[in-house]
Nanobody, 129 residues
Framework: QVQLTESGGGLVQAGGSLRLSCVVS????????MGWFRQAPGKEREFVAA????????YYANFVEGRFTISRDNDRNTVYLQMNSLKPEDTAVYYC??????????????????????WGQGTQVTVSS
């Protein structure tokens, strides 16, 4: 069974940085595209960034505006999201997604995942003004 565990969230001041990590177990990590989504209270889960399973092609939501970088370390079965210049509107629970499709989805699958995807449990990011 594929399992994903996120970490690295916390409370930071506006303009600060965080690096989120997602460790994947249960399957060959390099076989999956990986993504980060976020969800604020009362809002839909939205796409943040993704990285493909081949050639490390990356995808970003428009609101990222160069502030975030997604990367992966296949030897450690880990995907990262480096977040710089954080804004209060970045406050949300950030979820890691493993997906067997390529390119990876930019619309969030259902909360339970689907045939192609699995979610992590999320990590809270809070940015104070």
């Amino acid at each position: 069974q594929v399992q994903l565990t996120e970490s690295g969230g916390g409370l930071v001041q506006a303009g600060g940085s965080l690096r989120l990590s997602c460790v994947v177990s249960g399957r060959t990590f390099s076989s999956y595209s990986m993504g980060w989504f976020r969800q604020a209270p009362g809002k839909e889960r939205e796409f943040v960034a993704a990285i493909s399973w081949s050639h490390s092609t990356t995808y970003y939501a428009n609101f990222v505006e160069g502030r975030f970088t997604i990367s992966r370390d296949n030897d450690r079965n880990t995907v990262y999201l480096q977040m710089n210049s954080l804004k209060p509107e970045d406050t949300a629970v950030y979820y890691c997604l493993a997906d067997s499709r390529h390119p990876p989805p930019t619309v969030a699958p259902g909360p339970g995942g689907d045939y192609y995807s699995r979610w992590g449990q999320g990590t809270q990011v809070t940015v104070s003004s």
